[in-house]
């Protein structure tokens, strides 16, 4: 028997899964966490406002730790495991010398927070973003189709340029920028190599291989033009091999040494393939801290806004597109934690239920529109549509009779319209979307919110029962990787879930959240004009 470990690491937490190659059974599974640095460092030195780093240092901790718990749990022969590949938040930066080690675990930058892991939801380099965007549009490269017109502040571009711009010296000393993922896959094989899923969705590949010219980063800054040798390397598809597995890396995770670990990918696509998307039109949508929608056509097509589009970027062979949402889950929690009466935490207890469950239920079986509210997403900045990281949440139709459970409807309302506008920019160029697959922790938490989702869409939603289906399309991945199957497609084939739950929507209750519609898009074009 022959068997895979897919790892996924997330913003909180890493989680492994063994699935058996050959059945596609998930066997066992583990889980660590590890800290989110967004006030201080590990060593005490202050972070400036909406930073987000990571230790590398904890994440290799909590790998060695997942997957021998992962083994251990399955009750497998660690002998028998064939293949192992990860994906990782995007875009999480890791700055190294050119021998893979992050710069923050030597002893000269390790009280430097730009020497350490710049998370996706870092959003410190928002100056730069705008500034490369506004170079690239005096000087109309073709790279910003990729992104959609504007660069994010989250990519690896922009936060090496905020590293030339605040720390020189340490610009300087880095030999390689990676993604988190294409890291650990040069940890894991000593072999460093990038991922087309992040070099295409993420900086600007859109052709899936060739970087923007050395010429316009000179545009942007003199010192900037040597960027291109940092991100420069072989760029795979997912379910290629990156190499094999190191002893040294074997002995750390009680492997075997010479086995195939698959090519970096990021976590909010690569459950993908543990549900099967392979067919022109399918999509998928993610529900968790932040929201994702990825869609991939044998259509390309330049859309405005989007966070990222490239050939090869998310499925070999297809148009990948790449929605996203700076916070959903986040917003969700940030009212609960912050905004709920006591009485509402006692209400929940005495149910049995958490607060998000006590307050979906009391709001969503009223009818639509009863509490006058109308909301914005953007607790967390604008990734898509309108690109904008310093935007603020907005909600208007308070009023003295207006209730938690109102608000908290409203949140969602506003997140499932931010979703469905991401649908629509893509239907609107010709680029259909036929089917869509739900993943995500909070889409399968609660019914009553994926239901909204549903009507505000007007489509039928098939929600994933893969306890992690990130992890599940790493696994399938390390299989490819492996040549247990000839290709991605074969593995799929044999390995996806087939497994849904239908959601389908109320299609008078969708009719009646157009007008609410209306009045969200209505509200983020005033207050994006006016900020």
Not at 383 to 395: E, K, M
Request: net charge negative.
């Amino acid at each position: 028997m022959k068997y895979t470990i897919g790892i996924d690491y997330g913003t909180m937490s890493c989680r492994a899964l063994v699935m058996n190659a050959e059945t596609g059974a998930a066997l066992g599974g583990a889980e660590c966490g590890y800290t989110v640095y967004d006030t201080a460092l590990p060593t005490g030195e202050k972070l400036p406002d909406r930073a987000a780093l990571a230790d590398p240092g904890e994440y290799l901790q909590a790998l060695e730790k997942v997957v021998k718990s992962a083994v251990k749990d399955a009750g497998i022969d660690p002998k028998d495991v064939v293949g192992i590949a990860l994906d990782t938040t995007s875009m999480s930066l890791v700055s190294c010398d050119s021998n893979g080690v992050p710069l923050c675990m030597t002893e000269k930058w390790a009280r430097e927070p730009l020497a350490y892991i710049r998370m996706w939801k870092s959003y410190t380099a928002t100056k730069e973003a705008e500034e490369i965007g506004r170079v690239a549009k005096e000087n109309h490269m073709p790279f910003l189709a990729a992104c959609g017109g504007n660069p994010s502040s989250e990519g690896g571009y922009p936060k090496l340029l905020e590293t030339l711009r605040k720390n020189p010296a340490l610009y300087d000393n880095i030999a390689v920028a990676l993604d988190l993922s294409e890291w650990f896959a040069w940890i894991l094989t000593g072999k460093m190599t990038r991922s087309i899923n992040t070099m295409g969705m993420k900086n600007y590949c859109g052709d899936g291989k060739t970087l923007p010219p050395d010429a316009f980063f000179k545009l942007v800054d003199e010192k900037f033009a040597d960027v291109n040798k940092k991100m420069q390397g072989e760029m795979l598809p997912w379910g290629s091999k990156a190499g094999e597995l190191t002893a040294e890396m074997a002995e750390k995770l009680n492997l075997p040494a010479g086995i195939a670990v698959g090519s970096g990918m990021l976590d909010g696509h690569s459950p993908m393939m543990a549900l099967g998307l392979k067919e022109s039109g399918d999509a998928m949508m993610t529900i968790g801290t932040s929201g994702v929608l990825c869609v991939i056509s044998d259509r390309h097509e330049v859309i405005d806004g989007i966070c990222g589009q490239s050939f090869n970027g998310l499925i070999p062979g297809f148009y990948g597109y790449d929605f996203a949402q700076s916070g959903v889950g986040d917003m969700f929690g940030w009212f609960v934690e912050n905004c709920v009466p006591g009485k509402y935490e006692r209400m929940a207890q005495e149910k049995g239920v958490s607060v998000h469950q006590l307050l979906s239920e009391m709001s969503f079986p009223k009818p639509v529109g009863e509490s006058g509210l109308v909301a914005v997403d953007w607790w967390n900045g604008s990734r898509s549509i309108v690109v904008d990281q310093t935007l603020t949440g907005v909600i208007t139709g308070m009023k003295l009779s207006t209730r938690p459970e109102d608000v908290y409807r409203a949140l969602v309302e506003a997140a499932a319209f931010g979703m469905r506008a991401m649908r629509d920019a893509l239907e609107d160029k010709g680029v259909a979307v036929k089917h869509i697959c739900v993943c995500g922790g909070i889409a399968a938490k609660n019914p009553l919110l994926l239901q909204c989702y549903a009507d505000i869409l007007g489509s039928e939603l098939r929600l994933s029962t893969l306890p992690n289906s990130a992890a599940a399309g790493a696994a399938i991945a390390a299989a490819s990787a492996a040549k247990v199957y000839d290709s991605l497609p074969d593995a799929m084939d044999a390995l996806s879930s087939r497994e849904f739950k239908l959601v389908r929507p109320d299609m008078q209750r969708h009719q009646q959240y157009e007008a609410l519609y209306e009045k969200y898009k209505q509200l983020r074009k005033y207050f994006s004009e006016n900020k």
